[in-house]
C-alpha cells in the first residue's frame, strides 16, 4: 500500500460547483498534513495545513480524521483559477522527508 | 533571497554528460529536500538534508545522482552520464526542520532535457 493515497481523478465540474477530495494515508504516526497545489509546469505551492479540529480559508475547508486515517479538501464556488493539480502531504514528523501524495487534478469549466 | 533559489531554470545537455543543479534555501531553513517530478507525473522524492545530520539519500534512483550540501546551506545535485530518462524537472525545496507545523516551501524547478 502507498504512504499517501488520493482520488485518481481527474475531476472536471462546471464553475460554481463544490468538489471534494479524499486523501489516505498508512502510516498513524503521521503527525503533520497539508493540502498543497501544483499548476501545470510549475512548483507546488501550500495551499493550507490541516487541523484535527478542522479548517477553512476562504472557500476551502479541509478536514482530519485521525482514527481513519483520512483527510478531505472541499472547495465551495470553484473558480475556473482553481483548476489545478492538488496534492496531499504528510509528514511524520521526526525529521524525514515530506511524502506526497500523487494528486488529484481538477479543471472547472466555463 | 525570499524564496527557494535555483539554477539553472532550464538545460539541456547531451546524453553521456554530467550536469549540476543548484539550490540555495530561504534563509535560516535547516532542512533542504530535492524532488524529481517527470512530465504528467508525481513527485520523486530524491534526498534530504537536516542541518549537520548524514544526509537521507535513500530516494537517489542510481549511483549516478549525488548530492552535497555546503555550509549547511547551498546544495548542488550532480547526474553524471546523463540518459534521456532523467528528463524532468527537479525540484528543490526546504524548511525550518521538524516540529509540528513546519512546512516545505519549494523553487521553481530546473527543467532538465537530455537529448
Known amino acids: 500500500r502507498k504512504e499517501v493515497e488520493q482520488d485518481p481523478g481527474p475531476f472536471n465540474v462546471p464553475e460554481g460547483a463544490t468538489v471534494a477530495f479524499n486523501c489516505t494515508y498508512s502510516n498513524s504516526a503521521s503527525q503533520s498534513f497539508f493540502w498543497y497545489r501544483q499548476d501545470c509546469r510549475k512548483e507546488p505551492k501550500l495551499l493550507m495545513s490541516v487541523y484535527s479540529s478542522g479548517n477553512e480559508d476562504g472557500r476551502f475547508t479541509a478536514q482530519l480524521n485521525r482514527a481513519s486515517q483520512y483527510i478531505s479538501l472541499l472547495i465551495r464556488d470553484s473558480k475556473l483559477s482553481d483548476s489545478a493539480t492538488y496534492l496531499c502531504v504528510v509528514n511524520l514528523n521526526y525529521g524525514q522527508n515530506f511524502v506526497f501524495g500523487p494528486g488529484t487534478r481538477l479543471s472547472v469549466l466555463p | 533571497g525570499a524564496g527557494v533559489s535555483q539554477s539553472p531554470s532550464n538545460k539541456v545537455t547531451e546524453k553521456g554528460k554530467d550536469v549540476e543543479l543548484r539550490c540555495d534555501p530561504i534563509?535560516?531553513?535547516?532542512?533542504l529536500y530535492w524532488y524529481r517530478q517527470s512530465l504528467g507525473q508525481g513527485l520523486e522524492f530524491l534526498i534530504y538534508f537536516q542541518g549537520n545530520s548524514a544526509p537521507d539519500k535513500s530516494g537517489l534512483p542510481s549511483d549516478r545522482f549525488s548530492a552535497e550540501r555546503t555550509g549547511g546551506s547551498v546544495s548542488t545535485l550532480t547526474i553524471q552520464r546523463t540518459q534521456q530518462e532523467d528528463s524532468a524537472v527537479y525540484l528543490c525545496?526546504?524548511?525550518f526542520g521538524t516540529g509540528k507545523g513546519n512546512t516545505i516551501y519549494f523553487g521553481e524547478g530546473s527543467w532538465l532535457t537530455v537529448v
Open positions: 534563509s535560516g531553513h535547516t532542512a
Open positions: 525545496a526546504s524548511s
